[in-house]
């Protein structure tokens, strides 16, 4: 009843290979399914032995998480691709303190805003 009520679940892998590696495991969305139940839906998942992630298994879950997010399931692409290039930008013009990022990121929502949180 109480994991029910999430809404996402981020197993973690620490582990050592060499050095001490740190990573999401999955993340998964609890979709509500029924008056008590609900469906876990894998949004992205890491694959250990080539360290890297794989989106949204199967049609079903990027569909089950667009509508969640409020979007038409063919609006779903465009949004994370927009998203990615926003971090991009982030990476690229060095933006990581905890105050820059922040400030960029409410200037996304705003619209407009360059990745270092001017405009």
């Not at 998964?28 to 890491?46: H, K, N, T, Y």
């Not at 949004?79 to 905890?98: C, H, K, Q, V, Y």
């Amino acid at each position: 009843e109480q994991v029910a009520r999430l809404t996402f679940i981020v197993p973690l892998y620490i582990g050592y290979h060499g050095s001490t590696v740190r990573r999401v495991e999955e993340l998964a969305f609890l979709q509500p399914e029924g008056a008590d139940g609900f469906r876990v839906r894998s949004l992205c998942r890491w694959d250990r032995n080539a360290d890297s992630f794989s989106l949204f298994e199967s049609p079903e879950d990027s569909d089950a998480f667009a509508r969640w997010a409020g979007l038409a399931p063919a609006g779903l692409e465009p949004a994370l691709a927009s998203r990615e290039a926003f971090l991009a930008r982030l990476l690229e013009d060095g933006t990581a303190s905890i105050p820059a990022v922040n400030q960029a990121i409410e200037g996304f929502y705003r619209g407009g805003a360059t990745a270092s949180g001017e405009g």
